[in-house]
């Protein structure tokens, strides 16, 4: 999605990974005590409160059909380390080095603007912009929203940088698209990122166009010139208004907390991303900072584009295309949805087999349940090439492991369920501390054979 591209990261469709699978597990709960009464000392907190998390948000967003937005994960990790300031080491430098840069270090943190959100008593009705040109040492930050936000935008921190393993190229059909450096292997980090500008939910829903506008062209004169310059190089996709259509065509949402915290975050960095149904990538905004991560989710040859998926991969190609066309404009031509007719009927009843599937094994009242079911998912997804999307397959098959009397399976799909939570919603995600612990222990888990007492 570089300049010329058509391909933008926006409103993104809600994580299919658990969201059916877990809605059936609640509604099986009072079913599940009884079975479990005897056994269970409580519900499994983590691995519960991150599915109630889930569908909570979702009820609480009321996706439109036409444009589905990406939940934020369930819970929001620690603050990450301001750059420089990191006690863990990274981005530190030895009591050598620093004597050594001294007082060029010195001088150079003399012209840097303070860490410090101001008002600017510009505002549209209770909306105001809020600037901080001193924010991660200097590459600046600004968002329009209300005052009561101001603390939580005080407890947003930089993002730790990590060493570019990629380079802007051309692409064919695309535009600039992100090409690998080197060989990345599955779980490399390739970008983190805290949002450039920060605008409310309810500011853009409610204030007319006519008061947006100067509000916006506003706000984006408080970005220092390095960081204005990046903000404006990206692609608008709608027209009008230039500032509106880049938020447009590459925010993300993302949630400060509380009733009031639904915004847009804008990550100039991450625009660069181009679209692929079947992605190398996949992207998470948690953390105290609202960082932005992007990972590898497959091994990644260097020259090979790094790619993310702006929609829904378990959709079929038609609906797929439909969204891509509505939201952006193009008609997806990536290698998924440029198979000949038959492979995309069969792809088409995969993923419809897929949801099947994940049904019948999210309702622990289901029969039929077997290995060779869990061997089919497994499969499903291996076939369909899914791999920025498999941490809730993988977990569903490690419980239903469990449930089965295979302590030996249940284990190996809890590590990999883990690995997979990690890399598509974070280390600080409920599920990846309950994969954890059934990893640890499977007889002692809350499910071990659950239907086989059945």
Known sequence: ????????????????????????????????????????????????????????????????DSCLWRPPPPRLACAIDEWGDNPSGANTTTAFQKKAS???????????????????????GPYCIFTNPGFAHGRGMVAITTSPTLPKLRAIEPSRPVPASYHLSLVPGK????????????????TTE??????????????????QHPLLDQAITHLPPPLRAAFLAQMGHFGGHRVADILATNSFQMDLGGADGHHYGNFPAVSRFNHDCRPNVAFRVAGGGLVHTTTVVRDVAPGEELAISYLDSFESRERRRQRAKMAWGFECACSQCSLGEEAVRRSDARLEEIRRVEGVLGDFQSTGVDAALLRKLVKLYRDERLDAGVAGAYTLVALSYNMLGDARLAVKYAKLAREAVIIERGPEAGDAEAMRELAEAPKEHFTWKARVQR
């Open 194 to 211: 805290s949002p450039a500008v920060l605008i409310h939910r309810g500011f853009l829903e409610t204030i007319p166009a006519a008061e």
């Open 102 to 124: 001294g007082r060029s270090q010195q001088r150079t943190h003399e012209t840097l603007p303070p860490s410090k959100w101001e008002a600017t008593h510009h505002c549209a």
């Open 1 to 64: 999605m570089g300049h010329e591209t058509r391909n933008s990261p926006t409103y993104l469709d809600l994580d299919h990974n658990l969201n059916i699978i877990l809605s059936a597990m609640l509604r099986s709960l009072e079913y599940l005590a009884e079975i479990f009464k005897s056994t269970m000392r409580l519900s499994h907190p983590l691995l519960l409160a991150s599915c109630a998390s889930a569908i909570q948000h979702r009820a609480l967003l009321k996706p439109a």
């Open 175 to 190: 535009g600039l698209g992100m090409i690998a450096n080197q060989t990345l292997s599955r779980g490399a980090v390739v």
